[in-house]
């Protein structure tokens, strides 16, 4: 499976393409990849309840974006 990873450290196109593809994924492998990223603000349970609009502003406020 293909590893998505988040990095704040990114350059802006970068960043861009990548929201663009995770915008792109089913709410099931967003949270997955929640999951996976430390410092997120939503943690655990959060992540089960949070819909693919809040998880994919998590990702953006993560970006810095």
Do not use: C, W, Y
Not at 23 to 46: F, H, M, N, S, W
């Amino acid at each position: 499976a293909d590893t998505v990873v988040l990095d704040p450290g990114s350059s802006d196109k970068a960043k861009a393409e990548l929201m663009l593809q995770l915008e792109g994924l089913p709410v099931t492998k967003l949270r997955q990849i929640a999951r996976k990223t430390e410092g997120l603000r939503i943690q655990g349970r959060e992540i089960s309840f949070a819909n693919k609009t809040a998880i994919l502003e998590e990702f953006r406020h993560f970006l810095g974006l």
